[in-house]
Structure formats: C-alpha cells, structure tokens
C-alpha cells in the first residue's frame, strides 16, 4: 500500500527506469533515488514510540535536521539548509499537552524539547502527542505523532527527595544528556546512594521567578528534583544547621562542605535546597463520616420563598444622609457668624489708632485729593506760536512750531504760575531795595 504522492513518484522512476534500460548502471542509481523518495515521504505519517517510567524524568528532543528533509525543494547533496523552523505539540483531541509534559524552544533555529516526569495515573495508557513543524520561510507544515507509553516503576517512587536550585542554567541547557549526566555524578558523590534518579526538571519563572536582565550571562536558574534510595548524606543535612539558617535568613552564602564539588560547573543555592522523606510523612488521609450536615436518603430541598420582606430604609437614610447634611449645616451657620457678625469695624480701628497717625493719614489723603483735580485742569489753550500762519509771500498756510503729537508734559500746570513766579520777584527784589535805602538812612 502506497499513498497517493508516493505511487505517482515511483511511477515516474519506473518510467524513467524503462527508458534507461540500456544504461544499466545509471538506472540501477535512478531505482535508489525512487526508493529514497519513498522513504523520505513516509516519514510525514510515521508514528515513534517512547517507554519513559512513572517519576523518572522524561526527554524528547525535536530535532530541526529531522524535520528539514521533510519541506520541499528538499536541499541537494553538499547543500546546507538553515530554514527557521518552531514546533507545535498537543495531545490528540485537545488543544494543549498533558499536565506534566512541558515544551521549550528558545529561537527558530534550536531544537524544540519535551520534558516531565509522568504521572501513575497514566501508567499503561498510551498518551499520543501531535507534533507539528513549521517552515517560517516557505511556511509549510509537517506532522507526525508521539506515542507515550508510561511504564510503570518498580521502586516509584523513591522515598528521599531532594530538589536543588542551579543558579547559572537554563531548562534547555540543563536538559542535555551530557549536563545532565554530569549533575547527577555530582550529586552521587555526595549522596552515595545505590540508586539515583532525576524526577523532575522545572524553570525557575515556573516558580514566579523573574526574567533575568540580558547583562553579564545571567541565567533564569533551573529546580532539578533527585531521588535516591538511602538517607541524606552528612553534606545534604549541613543546611539544616541553625549557623547555616541564620545565614540564609540573612541573605549570606552557607557554609556547605561539599559546595566545591558542584562549584566548578554548578552554582547552587544552598538556602534554597528541599529534602523530602517519604518515609515520615504522616498520611493525611481521613474517611469521611457523615454528619448532621449530609441530608438523609430521601430528604428534598427547599429553596427559599420568592417573596422577599419589605425593609425600612428610614434608619439609613437618617445615617447616611440626614445626618451628615445636619452637621455641615451647623458648622456652615458658625462660620457665618464668625466671618459677618464679629467684625470689629472701622470706629474700634480708629479707637486704637494714635491720632498722629489719623492725622499724617488724613493729610495724605487730603494731598492725593488735591493732586488728582490739580490733573483734571491740566487741560489749556494752546500758546499763539502752535497755530497755524500764512506765508508772506506765497500765503500759503505754514504748520505751526508744534504739531498735534507734540509732548505738552513741559508745559505749566497753570499759566498763572509763570506769571506768579515773576511776581514774587519783582516783589523780592522791591523788599530788598526797600531794607538796603532804610538802613543807610539809619547809618546817615
């Protein structure tokens, strides 16, 4: 059985097969490239299987090289493609993965990865995941599915956990087998335990972590859970000490003994390190006992009456309303007493004013007065030299020596001061004459 596109494609190199015949060796090589083609196009439909165990860590790499034969032109021998591909997976019939399947894919052109750790639930159910891949520059898809088949553990699950917090990683980076594997030694070292297990790996913005500032390589850091099948080492249990909890309660750095045999490659934060024994925990499980509150077999329900009681909204009007109203009412009638009806008045100003200062007040106002209808007169004839006069000859009218725009500020205020002024002279002048001929009279 042959799809539809494969038949027509072997039809063709059949075809072109026959008309080469007498060119065995090149149509020996025209048959490898049909069965190429068909191998190639089978894989679109192709399903893969996987047998990951209940709690232990499960990873899926979706590899760009995989998918890239599978978008037409398919690239000639020697040729490197680099089309930007991103991954779409689901569970079949539903719009999103599983609860413990999580998918990362940082850019276009890096792999995509699943990973979790699966449930008992689903042991012995196949979980089947539709993966689809697309070409982001010829923006054509390619679908195939991944069937999960979760066994079950024989050890699941395993009664000491531990989960460190890995400062200076990444999900993607921590999830490589090499990394991974070097992690895992690490903590055996430690740990010395005959069975080691990694159960699960979480990003820390799972955690409500922050995104890091693109400066220095910062890292988002990354939870990774262990198991084993032995208490906890000396080491592991150093945290627990009262100095190192005071220390971490204060933002300082542990002292941990065996810190330097992850420094090298792994920054760990020791205040942030969870041990769990399953072995002591209590099971919180209680059977339920039937009360007074279950009703008994048989009983119906009642629902409430649809006429509901009429309620009195006098008591809130008075306290929301009326009240308020009352008070800003009497303190709007104090503030008008104080403001209009305890004025002291000019009488009592003028009671506990000196009566030299009335009296330098009054003259002031008295000068201003005077000063004021001294400018309403300032406003007198013109003198005979600012009128127009006829020329002598051409008798034509000559402007005067002053136009309309002439500044007038100069002139008297009155014209009877200059007159007085000449006055006063003339009358100084007489007085002095009359002293001087009085005293030589006297000397004669």
């Not at 978008?71 to 689901?90: A, L, Q, R, V």
């Amino acid at each position: 059985f042959l799809l539809p596109d494969t038949r027509i494609a072997v039809e063709i190199c059949m075809l072109y097969y026959l008309e080469h015949v007498s060119f065995l060796l090149f149509s020996v090589s025209s048959l490898s490239f049909c069965f190429s083609v068909y191998t190639i196009l089978s894989k679109v439909h192709s399903d893969r299987n996987v047998y990951p165990s209940a709690g232990v860590l499960f990873v899926h790499v979706l590899e760009r090289e995989y998918f890239k034969g599978e978008f037409p032109p398919y690239p000639k021998p020697g040729e490197i493609s680099n089309d930007p591909i991103t991954f779409n997976t689901n569970l079949m019939g539903y719009p999103d993965r599983p609860g413990w399947l999580r998918y990362i894919q940082r850019t276009p052109y890096s792999d995509g990865v699943l990973y979790g750790s699966p449930t008992v639930e689903n042991v012995g159910k196949p979980t089947i995941i539709e993966i689809t891949a697309y070409n982001r520059r010829t923006f054509e898809t390619a679908r195939h599915n991944l069937i999960i088949n979760i066994m079950s553990a024989e050890d699941f699950p395993l009664p000491y956990q531990a989960e460190f917090f890995i400062r200076n990683m990444n999900v993607e980076e921590m999830l490589a087998s090499e990394v991974l594997g070097d992690f895992l030694g690490a903590v055996k070292n430690v740990w010395q335990p005959e069975r080691l297990n990694a159960i699960n790996i979480t990003s820390a913005l799972d955690r409500g972590g922050r995104v890091p500032l693109p400066i220095n390589d910062m890292k988002e850091g990354v939870y990774v859970m262990v198991g084993a099948d032995v208490p906890f080492s000396s080491c592991l249990r150093e945290v627990e000490n009262p100095q190192n909890q005071l220390r971490c309660s204060q933002e300082m750095e542990p002292v941990i003994t065996c810190d330097k045999k992850f420094r090298t490659q792994f920054h760990i934060d020791w205040c942030k390190i969870s041990l769990v024994d399953n072995t002591k925990q209590v099971s919180t499980f209680q059977e339920v006992i039937r009360g007074e509150g279950i009703l008994p077999d048989g009983g119906e329900y009642k629902p409430p009456s649809d006429t509901l009681k009429s309620r009195d909204y006098y008591s809130d009007f008075l306290i929301t309303l009326a009240v308020p109203s009352a008070i800003a009412l009497v303190l709007f009638l104090i503030l008008a007493y104080i403001m209009c009806c305890r004025r002291e008045g000019v009488e009592k100003r003028n009671m506990q004013t000196p009566d030299i200062q009335l009296v330098h007040h009054s003259a002031i106002q008295k000068s201003t007065k005077e000063l004021r209808d001294m400018s309403k007169n300032r406003e007198i004839a013109w003198p005979l030299s600012t009128l127009p006069v006829f020329h002598p000859v051409t008798g034509e009218i000559v402007p005067p020596l002053h136009t309309d725009s002439y500044d007038n500020t100069s002139m008297p205020l009155m014209q009877t001061q200059q007159l007085g002024k000449k006055f006063c002279v003339e009358q100084l002048y007489f007085c002095i004459f009359w002293r001087k001929t009085t005293f030589d009279r006297g000397i004669n």
